[in-house]
């Protein structure tokens, strides 16, 4: 953020503190609600995933062995579950863009 990397620099060569540019409240919800909104839709297509390798697992063929697609379905689950892990570290950064610990 602008804040971190002004807080990494330090004060300018005058020792003035830096200027940081303000952050708007408004901009920063609404981009807080569409990432929250993407998250959750995320996860909904991660469940249903999920579902479809349960049933996947639990199925017993004597000729359709699922054993590459559970793999294949297991790999792309697990990336989605980084990927949410990360947008969920996003959504928390912007959550403490709009609401500093030290604005109590």
Sequence with gaps: TVQAV???QGPT????PRNVKKVDPVQTRKRFSEKAAQIG???H???DKLAKLTKLAKSKS???DPAAEI???SYVI???VQR???DLEDLGAIHRLENPPNSQ
Excluded: H, V, W, Y
């Design 62 to 64: 004597l000729f359709d």
């Design 41 to 43: 839709k995320d996860i």
């Design 6 to 8: 002004c807080d990494r």
């Design 13 to 16: 060569s005058n020792g003035a």
């Design 78 to 80: 697990t990336q989605d």
């Design 71 to 73: 793999a294949e379905l």
């Design 45 to 47: 297509k991660t469940a």
């Design 84 to 86: 949410l892990n990360q």
